[in-house]
């Protein structure tokens, strides 16, 4: 970072405030800058807290937060401005005195960016307009209708270019805030900052990576039974899981299954089964050392190669890849 001293970084929590969206970013920055010093070098990051007005911040948790700065304070400005979500955010986006004095807050800052649904205030400043955002993928609809000019990316784990970016639920944050680090201060203490903290410095795949029965839970008046038929198909990935086989066991005809269960789990049965294959595939591949064409087996896929594409499909990375991703960060940072 070409500046004389730390680098100012505001952390903006609207009550109540996702506690880990704070908490997460902070720990990041405050590694850097223990293991900075450690190294006989200067801190580099200045971390500090703001809110709607100065003192006790709430949070989703129940446990407070104390917020050094207003951020209807003229005068506040940062070198980075990170927005944190949880419900306040959502709610925030809708005052418009607050999301003017966020703008005012955002403009003076040389890097702008949201953790999770920071993004709706954000969006709401208008700076994201004609953009590529994302957000937690259990808000993408919600924010889309309320920001039809932003360009949702519903994969994304964090995007960005230049000077706006945003990031995906939560433990997303600690993702974007080490690529923070590695761009501020190269890939060698961004990596060590992983290490200490225990997480990816790169977790692979993005926001379709999370288990297939999270995203897609049953709805609608036949949710018992359908949220049974997902836990059984769960638990028998290599068997006949054909529209066919499945529309017996509810004694449906497949024509009726294929609607009802779209309905109820917002995705059609042949992309449901392959997504909990992938499920397991991934629990497969970085528990065990089982051949690729074994775990391909065990979960139902013809044969490896329908795995492999099945992989790029839903998590852009193929199964050797996500393998060596997952064990690169635990052992062999220098």
């Keep these: 970072m070409p500046e004389a001293g730390p680098h100012r970084i505001l952390i903006v929590g609207l009550p109540p405030a996702q506690m880990l969206d704070i908490t997460g970013p902070l720990d990041v920055f405050t590694a850097a800058n223990e293991l900075s010093t450690a190294a006989g070098r200067p801190a580099p990051y200045e971390v500090g807290l703001a809110a ?3 003192g006790i911040l709430a949070t989703t948790s129940g446990i407070a937060l104390q917020a050094k700065y207003s951020i209807f304070d003229a005068a506040l400005d940062a070198g980075t401005v990170l ?5 306040g955010a959502r709610v925030a986006a809708e005052d418009a005195r607050l999301v003017a004095a966020l703008a005012g807050l955002c403009e003076r800052a040389r890097r702008v960016a949201s ?3 920071g993004a709706f205030p954000l969006a709401a400043t208008g700076m994201l307009d004609g953009r590529r955002a994302t957000t937690h993928w259990a808000h993408f609809d919600e924010f889309s209708a309320r920001f039809p000019s932003v360009d949702i990316d519903r994969d994304a784990l ?5 000077k706006f970016h945003t990031s995906a639920g939560i433990t997303a944050g600690i993702d974007f805030s080490l690529s923070l680090v590695e761009h501020d201060l190269g890939s060698e203490l961004a990596r060590a900052v992983a290490r200490e903290l225990v997480v990816f410095m790169k977790r692979p795949g993005g926001q379709s990576q999370f288990s297939t029965r999270l995203m897609h839970a049953a709805t609608g ?4 039974r359908f949220d049974a038929l997902a836990h059984w198909m769960a638990e028998h990935v290599s068997e006949n899981l054909s529209i066919e086989a499945l529309a017996a066991r509810l004694a449906m005809s497949p024509r009726n299954f294929v609607r009802r269960f779209t309905a109820a789990m917002q995705v059609t049965p042949g992309k449901y089964v392959q997504m909990l294959r992938i499920d397991e595939a991934r ?4 528990e065990g050392d089982l051949p690729v064409a074994q775990v391909a087996a065990r979960c139902g896929f013809h044969s490896a190669e ?3 594409i099945g992989f790029q499909r839903q998590l852009h990375t193929s199964p050797s890849e996500f393998r060596d991703r997952f064990r690169s960060v635990g052992g062999d940072v220098p």
Excluded at 83 to 87: L, P, Y
Excluded at 158 to 162: M, R
């Design 83 to 87: 927005v944190a979500g949880g419900r």
């Design 158 to 162: 964090f995007v960005g270019a230049g």
């Design 221 to 224: 008046d036949q949710r018992e």
């Design 306 to 308: 329908a795995m492999r």
């Design 115 to 117: 953790i999770c649904t």
């Design 283 to 286: 629990r497969l591949l970085t």
């Design 52 to 54: 709607p007005s100065a």
